[in-house]
């Protein structure tokens, strides 16, 4: 039984370890802090289908790992949308700041 616990709390240490580190690299700015920034993208994130109570946090952890692959420091979200019962998407503009 201590087997099988140990397991789930590697995969969930080892899983939410890359989630992390995308919050490291891309920070959140309102659109009023944007100073010094070029445009780069558009990012979109979305929970899934499935049904989740932190379906806005999973959403814009999605959206925030997009800005990082385009080399962005920091995002401005646009609109969160709830698109069912528990899920939804995060929209924003990825930017990168000096």
Same mark, same amino acid.
């Given at each position: 039984?201590?087997?099988?616990?140990?397991? =789930?709390?590697?995969?969930?240490?080892? =899983?939410? =370890?890359p989630m992390s580190n995308v919050n490291a690299k891309v920070k959140e700015l309102l659109r009023s802090e944007v100073n010094d920034c070029q445009f780069l993208a558009d990012v979109k994130g979305s929970s899934g289908y499935g049904k989740d109570v932190n379906w806005r946090q999973i959403a814009k952890e999605y959206a925030l790992k997009k800005a990082d692959s385009v080399g962005a420091t920091h995002v401005v979200w646009t609109s969160i949308k709830e698109l069912g019962v528990l899920n939804g998407e995060a929209n924003g503009i990825a930017y990168r700041c000096n």
């Open positions: 039984m201590t087997s099988i616990t140990s397991r =789930v709390i590697a995969t969930l240490i080892f =899983v939410g =370890v």
